[in-house]
């Protein structure tokens, strides 16, 4: 153990240590990987052969799991196997079940990741302890934070009890801090303290980002190597076995800690914090119960979300009301200075300053605490050399600048905003110093220690073993400016813009105001699709734990349930699509030279096994190098082609031909099939979301592929278009042509 964890930590910076790349997993999984297209078994964890009867393992590498059918016989009959290729279909998207291995009950997770899919066991722990409430609407008529994390950790506990329960929060440095608590009675408790970024450095926060549920059973636990075929390390980011940094295990060592388990705080795509439990003895949670305690989180999170969104959009109707005051006050005045002069008050009070001034050219009007004139001027003449930005944002200028420019301890924190640079022209907004303590969990300083590897000294960091109180003073910084005072700023700059120029253009304003709604409505889908996603898995979690509790002879009932699972499917990748659409319009591009054989190749196949008859023939001609995104490629490829396979499978002799032309700057490609065709009087349509043929509706389908097709040729700089009639289709794709 002291060899793996000199070899892991051969680096100074916590964020060099590749966490995601241990080697090896805990000791309660068992991992088996095979690759995707030749489904031979690649690499595999070394206890396999404690739970499968295996003579020798490493015979297993190159072969298939069928190759061994008594040995993985539970595997090869399970559903999840058997359809394989639907499970894995989305990457990293995993897919439980149950199975029986030579008696014992064990949860089977899989998923893809890259070129490899990942069979993932564990045994199946029954807790008698747990209670659970269906009042899964508890979250959301709690309109306090602090009540509502406690309400968090109050409902985890009756499924994942730990000696203590935490809430982390991360700040904007990448630091946390404890904002609620639940332990055990003679515990000291953590609530309010900080820790500091290293504790969970960026590739640790990344990793929560992508596998949101994190367990470690046992810290004294032997870890369990991999063995593999592959020169490169497997990559295990989405295992829930991983195997832990030896950093982390000797910062939970000196914790006193021997299990913890970490459930991620998402909201609006970010890691907002950490459900944080950890345990004096170990402890290890069933699959089960931390699936179900990653549910109540995500609750939580969205219920905290939407009475945040409620809060700024109360913040924005009071904000919009005063603008609109201050906006009558303006045009009052026929300069912009008198009417800044004549609302100083109503200027400072809106980002929730302690000073105010107003400058342009030589002449300085101030409101409220601030600087001396003469100390205003320098700060001015900083800001004319020392910026760039329009709107210059600082909570640390005494620290950072007071000595160079002789300032007082009202000028801790400052919001400069130009109005026009070359005429002096600005508003200066002040903060006083704030008298901050930080109390953190131990000194926050990294540690440096030295060990010999190979007759060579090497440093690596040494986790703190201290985690008593430490007060930390800040000096030099004002309060943080936050999004609402910084949203202030902005609202009066587009106050300053709009009325300064009286003779501002009708037009160019309804444009703006069309460009904000279309923002607001593409932001509106987005959202949508992205909250409905919690109730749809609480509902199918819920559908799968009733169906697994039916008895043999109800084989009515369970017909019913799956057809109501089969329908949440349904509408999750209907909503995936919503998502894919919003980004197609709003991800970054990147066109390059790509070729599009392999691309074209690769997705006819896949989309003549899910979608195609055994009679249906993809005919592939030439495939010309093209112009465009990636990504974005792949996308429009894989709705037109699974469209042309999906919409032809029913004739006698289904038929798909694909095939790119040079025409001068562009190239075009023609994809045709001999399928249903369509409609005259519903051509003008085709491209709309949701839009659906009527002779279309016998497929499956959500009628958004095609205007995820149509939004991406624009941004790439092509085309689409179509040809139809009653023996088929050809949709007509136009792209340029790549440079030389």
């Known amino acids: ?57 490493e015979k297993l590498f190159g072969r298939e799991l069928t190759d061994f059918p008594e040995s993985f016989r539970s595997i090869i009959d399970s559903d999840i196997y058997t359809s394989l290729e639907r499970f894995t279909r989305r990457e990293n998207e995993t897919y439980f079940d149950k199975i029986f291995i030579d008696g014992e009950e064990y949860h089977f997770s899989v998923f893809k990741n890259g070129s490899y899919i990942f069979l993932e066991f564990e045994k199946v722990l029954v807790n008698p302890d747990k209670r659970i409430s269906n009042k899964y609407d508890n979250f959301y008529i709690i309109d306090n934070q602090q009540d509502l994390w406690n309400h968090l950790l109050e409902t985890l506990s009756r499924v994942v009890n730990y000696d203590r329960m935490m809430v982390y929060k991360f700040m904007m440095d990448g630091s946390g801090k404890v904002i609620a608590e639940r332990k055990k009675e003679d515990m000291e408790s953590f609530l309010g303290l900080h820790y500091p970024e290293s504790d969970i450095p960026k590739q640790a926060r990344e990793l929560y980002l992508k596998k949101r549920k994190r367990i470690f059973s046992n810290v004294d636990a032997e870890a369990v190597p991999l063995l593999s075929k592959t020169k490169d390390p497997v990559n295990l980011t989405f295992s829930g076995s991983r195997g832990m940094s030896p950093v982390h295990m000797q910062y939970l060592k000196n914790a006193g800690v021997s299990s913890s388990f970490s459930v991620s705080i998402i909201i609006d795509d970010h890691l907002w914090g950490l459900v944080t439990c950890q345990n004096t003895l170990p402890k290890h949670i069933d699959l089960e119960d931390r699936v179900q305690a990653g549910i109540f989180t995500t609750l939580a999170a969205n219920a905290y979300s939407s009475f945040k969104s409620k809060s700024e959009l109360h913040y924005r109707l009071e904000l919009n009301e005063k603008l609109s005051q201050m906006k009558t006050e303006f045009l009052k005045h026929n300069n912009l200075f008198d009417s800044l002069v004549e609302n100083k008050s109503e200027i400072k009070q809106l980002p929730e300053s302690d000073g105010l001034a107003i400058v342009s ?79 953190w969990a131990g000194n926050p300083e990294k540690n440096i220690s030295v060990f010999s590897q190979n007759g060579e000294n090497k440093q690596m960091v040494s986790p703190r073993t201290s985690f008593r109180i430490f007060t930390e003073n800040i000096k030099g910084h004002s309060k943080r400016w936050n999004s609402r005072n910084i949203s202030a700023v902005q609202a009066i700059r587009d106050l300053i813009l709009e009325t300064s120029h009286k003779n501002y253009n009708a037009i160019k304003r309804l444009n703006d105001e069309l460009k904000k709604v279309n923002e607001e409505l593409d932001s509106f889908s987005y959202t949508i699709s992205h909250d409905l996603g919690t109730p749809l898995t609480v509902m199918k979690l819920n559908a799968q734990m009733l169906l697994s509790n039916l008895t043999d002879g109800s084989e009515k009932s369970k017909t019913k349930i799956n057809t109501i699972i089969e329908e949440i499917d349904n509408m999750a990748e209907m909503m995936q699509d919503v998502l894919q659409l919003s980004r197609a319009k709003h991800s970054e591009i990147e066109l390059e030279k790509l070729k599009t054989a392999h691309t074209i190749q690769k997705i006819s196949e896949n989309a003549k096994m899910t979608y195609g008859s055994p009679k249906s023939e993809i005919i592939i001609k030439e495939c010309p190098d093209v112009l465009a995104d990636k990504t974005m490629l792949h996308q429009v490829f894989l709705n037109i082609i699974n469209n042309a396979v999906k919409y032809s499978s029913h004739k006698e002799q289904p038929k798909v031909q694909i095939e790119g032309t040079e025409d001068g700057q562009t190239i075009t490609y023609r994809i045709s099939d001999n399928g249903i065709g369509i409609p005259e009087e519903e051509k003008h349509k085709m491209f709309k979301i949701f839009n659906r043929m009527d002779n279309a509706k016998k497929f499956k389908g959500n009628g958004v592929g095609l205007s995820i097709v149509h939004r991406i040729m624009k941004r790439i700089g092509g085309n689409v278009d179509y040809e139809s009639n009653n023996e088929g289709t050809s949709f007509i794709l136009t792209f340029k042509k790549p440079y030389i």
């Open 361 to 439: 050219d030589e002449s300085i009007v101030m409101e409220g605490t601030t600087p001396t004139p003469e100390s205003i001027s320098k700060i001015v003449q900083w800001a004319l050399e020392n910026t760039r930005e329009r709107i210059y944002i600082s909570r640390s200028f005494l620290k950072d600048y007071g000595e160079e420019l002789g300032l007082s301890e009202s000028v801790a924190g400052i919001i400069i905003y130009f109005i026009e640079r070359e005429k002096h022209e600005m508003l200066i907004w002040f903060r006083k110093e704030f008298d901050e303590h930080i109390n």
């Open 1 to 57: 153990m002291i060899d793996r964890l000199k070899r892991n930590m051969n680096f100074v910076e916590c964020h060099e240590e590749p966490i995601h790349i241990p080697g090896y997993i805990q000791s309660f999984g068992y991992l088996i990987g095979i690759d995707a297209e030749s489904r031979s078994i690649t690499f595999f964890s070394r206890n396999i052969s404690d739970i499968f009867k295996i003579d020798t393992v």
